[in-house]
């Protein structure tokens, strides 16, 4: 069994994938966020895990993870909070999101088993290279039924894209075009819509979704136009900060994004 | 290839340490770069061009130049390595001289930096104008505010300096930030790194790029003092650039005692300390997998320094290497006895060494270099951009 599949399997369009940094904005509103999130409508869910150094995120996620940190999370508190989460949330994929530093000081099998055991279904480490992945990983990703997600870009060689859709069963992150998180498209015209219709035309055995960049209702159908769904992050990020009730604003964000 | 101190594996592993741990969006420049920096440095053109500069323009070689006075006081024969006499006043330039022939060859039209003491930024900013090239330069708020001149030098010198403000604002934020431009320009832009760190191949190229300074000295050691190799080569490590390229020709030489001298702020232990190779374990930094300072979640921790450019909490894959194999000797010295040997160097030499090269004087006392040994010490840098530090330290330096 396999969340992540059945999530695809179920609904073939406007998937919602919505990422918060765990921690944020306050240290335990990790769990009522990933209810919210739910019971909202997203699809799926990306829990960030803080990193001091985030280089592939824009200012609003980096800023996240400085509170997320201060306010004393890390991996242990964060698998913690995840205890029982699967009696509340039986069915939306939840993926963790992060950098490779804090996941080899916990132990990559450590990370991996309480992961697991946490009730997560996939990874996102954007600098964990493909062949350490194949090489060191792999083997560890499978035995806990964990599923790796790469990211794509407009500059991805096309054999490594195939590659890439060889090394996961999962989906593909197509990240929308150059910059990090939460940054505005500014592509020329028909560039990124180029760039979607490429990777569609390539029928990869994966599905795909876009990320970065989408943060609200026309952004989210527009990008669902080119792929089964899209990620939203920095949007919602932005829109908890300095919110006393994070479940509700947090409803309130994605019932905006699908109303 | 057999790998060696000098030559990675092709994935770019010293021992345990290096790698291009980096995001999908970085993955097509390094990986270009990885593949063609090899065979652009061995063209014929680009050799032509690049010593030509180094000569003409940086001013090459530089003088290796017997400290008899701080020889007497030490009872040992220390000899400087000039680089503070290269064009912009560090050995900084020997680096940027290379990559913006590089970055031509590759067909990029604009050139990013991140700096720390300011002397990278400045080294960039100054082949940029060489070469009529757009320059953005990346520099913590703290560190504009520490190294002032330079700011200007470089805005002087028609680039943008962009400051970092997240973190501890300084040269790892900076580089932070730069790497997040390349993220966001990925087709048109080249990433001059600074130093011996980041993700393969720039260890290795910024080293082949700072190599010069040991080739020289060998030629000079051997006219001076009748042998190519001396007992010692002492040099400041931060990401570790300028000790990468006095080493360099010395690594497989295992006569030559290599010393490198990292910041202890206000002692190795306080918490406040950029003392990397003492402090620091596995980890990735920058997209290099090395030493670095971190808590035990994996966090990366602030590293202190009175000197900007040695406060970075990671060393270079190479260096971290030279500490496992123990090939290097590892040495820290505090902001106190830096500046003291700030004030040791200037009076008896009359040389005013830059903050960070000040570190490496200040390890003399601990070589145990006797009296017939010849230690070469990389003075890295000039003084002059922290002359405001020297000032505000009048009390203790005098």
Avoid at chain 1, 44 to 69: H, R
Avoid at chain 2, 80 to 90: I, S, V, W
Wanted: net charge negative; glycine share 8%.
């Amino acid at each position: 069994m396999n969340r992540i599949k059945d999530a695809f399997a179920k609904k073939q369009k406007n998937l919602l994938n919505m990422y918060f940094t765990a921690g944020y904005p306050r240290l335990h509103d990790t769990v009522p966020l990933i209810k919210a999130l739910s019971e909202a409508g997203a699809d799926l869910i990306e829990i960030g895990m803080p990193f001091s150094d985030p280089l592939a995120d824009g200012p609003v996620i980096q800023a996240s993870s400085t509170v997320a940190l201060a306010n004393g999370m890390n991996l242990r508190v964060l698998f913690e909070q995840l205890q029982g989460i699967r009696q509340e949330v039986p069915e939306t994929p939840i993926l963790l999101m992060g950098y490779l530093n804090p996941v080899m000081q916990f132990g990559v099998d450590n990370f991996c088993r309480e992961a697991a055991a946490a009730g997560a279904d996939g990874i996102i480490l954007p600098d964990l290279p493909l062949d350490d992945y194949v090489a060191e990983y792999q083997d560890i990703f499978r035995r806990h039924n964990l599923r790796p997600v790469f990211l794509i870009t407009p500059q991805t060689a096309p054999e490594r894209i195939r590659r890439i859709d060889e090394l996961t069963d999962s989906f593909l992150y197509l990240v929308s075009g150059p910059g990090t998180t939460g940054g505005a498209n500014t592509q020329a015209e028909g560039v990124q819509e180029a760039y979607f219709q490429r990777i569609e035309a390539m029928n990869l055995r994966n599905p795909r979704l876009i990320g970065f960049g989408i943060g609200d209702k026309a952004s989210f159908q527009n990008a669902c136009q080119y792929a089964e769904g899209a990620i939203i992050g920095s949007a919602l990020i932005r829109a908890l900060d300095g919110v006393d009730d994070a479940p509700a604003a947090a409803k309130r964000f994605v019932s905006s994004v699908l109303s | 290839m057999k790998p060696t101190y000098q030559q990675p594996t092709e994935r770019g592993y010293y021992g345990q340490f290096g790698g291009a741990f980096i995001p999908e969006m970085l993955y097509p420049n390094v990986e270009e770069l990885r593949q063609q920096y090899l065979s652009i440095m061995a063209e014929p053109e680009f050799q032509q061009e690049y010593q030509q500069l180094l000569r003409d323009y940086v001013g090459r070689p530089t003088p290796l130049f017997e400290a008899k006075r701080l020889s007497a006081k030490y009872n040992t024969r220390i000899y400087l390595k000039r680089e503070d006499l290269c064009h912009t006043g560090a050995h900084k330039v020997n680096n940027t001289v290379g990559q913006i022939l590089l970055a031509k060859r590759l067909g990029k039209t604009r050139i990013i930096a991140e700096t720390g003491a300011g002397q990278h930024g400045v080294a960039t900013a100054t082949v940029c104008a060489l070469m009529g090239m757009e320059c953005i330069v990346y520099m913590g708020e703290v560190d504009m505010e520490r190294q002032k001149p330079n700011v200007y030098r470089m805005r002087l010198l028609g680039a943008e300096v962009r400051a970092a403000m997240s973190g501890s604002r300084t040269l790892k934020d900076a580089t932070n930030e730069a790497i997040r431009d390349w993220i966001s320009n990925p087709v048109d832009t080249h990433y001059i790194i600074g130093s011996v760190v980041g993700p393969h191949p720039y260890p290795d190229l910024v080293a082949r790029l700072q190599a010069v300074i040991s080739e020289e000295m060998r030629k000079q050691l051997l006219e001076k003092t009748g042998s190519e190799l001396p007992q010692y080569v002492v040099a400041c490590v931060g990401g570790g650039s300028n000790a990468a390229g006095a080493f360099y020709h010395f690594l497989e030489e295992p006569s030559v005692q290599l010393v490198a001298v990292e910041a202890a702020g206000h002692g190795v232990h306080s918490g406040h300390s950029a003392a990397t190779s003492v402090l620091g374990t596995p980890g990735i930094i920058h997209g290099s997998r090395t030493l670095l300072m971190q808590d035990e979640d994996g966090q990366i921790t602030e590293p202190y320094s009175i000197s900007a450019g040695l406060d970075y909490p990671g060393i270079g894959p190479l260096h971290a290497f030279l500490a496992d194999s123990k090939r290097a000797r590892f040495i820290s010295i505090e902001d106190e006895d830096a500046l003291k040997a700030v004030a040791e160097c200037s009076r008896l030499e009359g040389i005013i060494p830059a903050l960070e090269t000040a570190h490496a004087i200040a390890a003399l006392g601990q070589l145990g270099a006797g009296p017939d040994d010849v230690v070469v010490i990389n003075l890295s840098g000039r003084g002059d951009k922290d002359l405001e530090t020297y000032i505000k330290y009048a009390d203790a330096i005098m």
